[in-house]
C-alpha cells in the first residue's frame, strides 16, 4: 500500500463534540447536534478524511437503559448527519464502568477513554487509515489522555464540558496541539494540517 492511499483520520468524540452536552440522553430527541457539526463532517468526507466516533457511553453499564439504547442513538446521530449530507465511517463506544451494576458490562477494559482500546480497534479493523494522520477531538480530560496516549494531534474543543475544563486548568496536564470554539474549527484545523503535510511530502519528492 502506497503511502498516498493511507487515509487520515479525525476521532470525534460524542457528547459535548458533536451534540450538545445532556447529560445520559434517556430521550432520542434530547440528543441534538452542534451547530456546525454535521457541515464538519461532511468536510471531513468531502476531503477523504475518515470520520470516527470514539465515545465513552456508560449508561447501559449503569443500567440507566438497555445496550439496544445506546445503539439507537447512534442511528439518530447519524440519520442527523446525513440530512446534511454527512457520515461518519465508524462508531466505535466503550460500554464499560467498573463500578457499574450491569455485570456484563461492569467490567474494568481497555476501551473506556482515556484508555486507547477504540482507536486501536479502528486502526484494527480499518488498515487503510494513517496513524501518522490521525487527531483527536473532544470536551473532556478523556479526550486529552487518549489523544496523547494514541499519539493522535489533540484538539480540545470549547463546547460540552470544555469551558469549564480550562477554568479547572485540568487541561494544562495535557499535551493540546489546538484548542477550537467547536467541532467546525477543529475540523478546519485538522484538515489545515493535513493538507500542510501534503504538500511537505509532495516537495520532498
Ligand atoms: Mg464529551
Ligand atoms: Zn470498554
Redesign the pocket.
Known sequence: MTVESKRPVVFLDRDGTLNEERGYIRNLDDLVLIPGAARAVRKLNEAGVAAILASNQSGASRNYYPLSHIEKLHERLQSLLSKEGASLDAIYF???LPEGVMPELAIS????KPDI?LVERAFAEHPDLDRCQSFMVGDKTADLGLANNCGAKCILVETGYGLSLLESKAHLNYRIDYQARSVAEAVDWALLEISAQSHATGAKQ
Open positions: 466503550c460500554p464499560h477494559c481497555s476501551c473506556r482500546g
